[in-house]
């Protein structure tokens, strides 16, 4: 035993000195969605990351751990590493002072004292006599295939444990990957796509037949970001029955990766992405982000210049509860939601980002809109509060996830049903969602499946883009960076819609918003670049930009 743990020893020792930390190089933070920076300063966090998810599938009985190497929306040139959670969300948000120690360790054996420290604390038992499988993949960044290397080497650096290269993936895959793994479920690429395209089939199959309806046009042009996601849909776009998909910047050489297209750059500029152009006004677009898990709508506003009508995440949201509580209705009948058939608690989760128009349409709705502070893994957890909880942030990053239990009820009413009342309308509903449940990704928000939600969704209701559009008016809002020196001095509360430190800006922001009709306006420091962001909405344009500019002025004065 003492052999083996000097072995131990040796192995993370080597493993750091690999992957020195750069003298003087920025400290790395595990953030809003793990480590990010410049690709070729990654090694030593990634490696260190590596370890990180060894330890955790070993504390968890060797159950699947994943490592993703992407830096999402982020310009090429950078990269960074997320560890996924063997529930196939994000890594456990007690481990991430673990994650940051490491990652910031200065030497080989401080990073050695720090593992054993860790692991001593954690009993974990570090003699090579327990097993660990980590689960790896990345994007198609060029400092990918380095970035894998390291991360491996970090994973083989816990005796024991096996790393398993599961190729260049979506992030979404990959945490898909890790759940239905931990779940004993069939869990390999082609699996993730038979799953999307069989129950997306499903739900077109169920969407009623209207004599003389309109028909939809089956026409949905989508920008891949020049990223993983169009390559994916390249490779199944044929096999989506009834769509007609064409893909821009595929990632097959068009253009950089994220440059002037992608999810990011459509939502926060607003304006048509590189490879679209106005012969394409008459159709709706969608756009992913370099990582394939953020997803917006648009449409070219007119031929004449590069505007666009946007649909953002809160109206994918508006549009996913809408279908949803129409199927619940269905079940239940229509007099009595909530404790018919089928009671469901259903929720909604928002970030400040949410637009204000988004939120009032859903509070008139009669439902429960809650709210969390930014990054996907406080939204995730508080929608797994309720049977049914949609999330999405207005980038476009979103889910909708049913628990369990509603699963296990939804399928024996189905087939309760479907001996008693077959192709009755609350068979049909039942088996929607039941679809639903399948097709969009229960571990974390995914553009693909999304996407085919969306699409299935308008289908059903026979809607337009336009149909969709008109669900709400989209107050106007503008963001803003600010770089201070020192972000962290901003410290926010009530799901980061108010600053409590330092003190005396809240009152100034509160001062400024007084002066605008519909004005809202909170700051916040970025927890993935290092500016201080700004948000502002107001009844025009104009209104927002200078209530945003206002505060900016506050946030550069105070914080310099
Ligand atoms: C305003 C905004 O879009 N913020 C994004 C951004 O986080 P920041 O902490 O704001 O940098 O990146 C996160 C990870 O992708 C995403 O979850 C979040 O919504
Ligand atoms: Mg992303």
């Not at 394939?292 to 994918?316: E, P």
């Not at 797994?384 to 009820?409: C, K, M, P, R, W």
């Amino acid at each position: 035993m003492a052999e083996q743990k000097k072995q131990q020893r040796a192995a993370l020792l080597e493993a750091a000195s690999l992957f020195p930390l750069s003298p003087g190089g920025a400290r790395f933070s595990y953030g809003t969605a793990g480590f990010r920076a410049e690709g070729a300063t990654m090694g030593p966090a990634v490696c260190r990351a590596g370890t990180v998810a060894a330890l955790r599938s070993l504390k968890l009985g060797g159950a699947a751990v994943g490592v993703v190497i992407t830096a999402s929306h982020n310009p090429v040139r950078d990269n960074g590493v997320k560890i996924v959670d063997a529930d196939g969300g994000m890594l456990s948000q007690v481990w991430e002072p673990f994650a940051d120690a490491l990652a910031n360790a200065p030497t080989p054996d401080s990073l050695l004292q720090i593992v054993l420290k860790f692991a001593k604390e954690e009993e974990i038992t570090l003699d090579g006599s327990h097993s660990a499988q980590v689960l790896l993949a990345r994007d198609t960044r060029p400092t990918g295939e380095y970035l894998l290397d390291a991360a491996m080497k970090g994973v083989n650096a816990v005796i024991g444990a096996v790393a398993v290269d599961m190729g260049i993936l979506t992030t979404p895959q990959l945490h898909w990957m890790v759940r239905c793994k931990n779940r004993g479920l069939k869990s390999s690429e082609a699996d993730y796509f038979s799953q999307v395209i069989d129950s997306f089939r499903c739900i077109l199959d169920l969407v009623p037949k209207v004599e003389g309806a309109d028909f939809m046009n089956n026409r949905l042009i989508v920008d891949g970001a020049n990223g993983i996601g169009g390559l994916k849909l390249e490779e199944i776009k044929q096999k989506i029955s009834r769509l007609d998909i064409h893909v821009r910047n595929s990632g097959r050489g068009e253009g950089i990766l994220n440059e002037k297209c992608g999810a990011d750059f459509v939502q926060k500029e607003k304006v048509v992405p590189l490879g679209f152009g106005p012969a394409d006004s008459a159709f709706r677009c969608a756009s992913f982000d370099g990582d394939a898990d953020r997803l917006v709508y648009f449409r070219i506003a007119s031929s004449s210049d590069t505007r666009i009508d946007l649909v953002d995440g809160d109206k994918i949201l508006s549009l996913f509860v809408l279908f949803i509580r129409e199927q619940l209705d269905i079940i239940n009948g229509k007099d009595n939601p909530g404790n018919g058939v089928l009671p469901t608690r259903f929720g909604v989760i928002q970030t400040a980002y949410a637009n204000g128009a988004s939120t009032d349409f859903l509070k008139n709705l009669g439902l429960e809109v809650a709210f969390t502070p930014t990054g996907v893994k406080y939204l995730h957890k508080k929608a797994l509060e309720y049977d049914i909880g949609i999330y999405f942030e207005a980038n476009g990053h979103g889910t909708v996830l049913f628990s369990d239990h509603f699963v296990s009820q939804l399928e024996s009413l189905t087939s309760e049903l479907s001996s008693k009342a077959v192709g009755s309308s609350q068979h049909q509903a039942a088996m929607r969602l039941l679809a639903t449940s399948q097709l969009i990704n229960q571990a974390i928000g995914d553009a693909l499946s999304g996407m085919l939600l969306v699409e299935a969704v308008l289908q059903y209701k026979g809607w337009s883009f336009q149909n969709w559009c008109d669900l709400y008016t989209d107050l106007p809002s503008r963001q803003l960076k600010v770089k201070v020196q020192d972000r962290t001095a901003i410290i926010t509360t009530d799901a980061e819609r108010r600053v409590c430190e330092p003190s005396g800006l809240q009152e100034l922001i509160d001062g400024e918003i007084a002066n605008y009709s519909h004005g809202r306006c909170f700051v916040r420091p970025s927890g993935t670049e290092d500016v201080v962001r700004v948000y502002a909405e107001a009844s025009t344009e104009e209104a927002a930009d200078s209530l945003a500019k206002q505060v900016a002025q506050h946030v550069e004065r105070i914080l310099g």
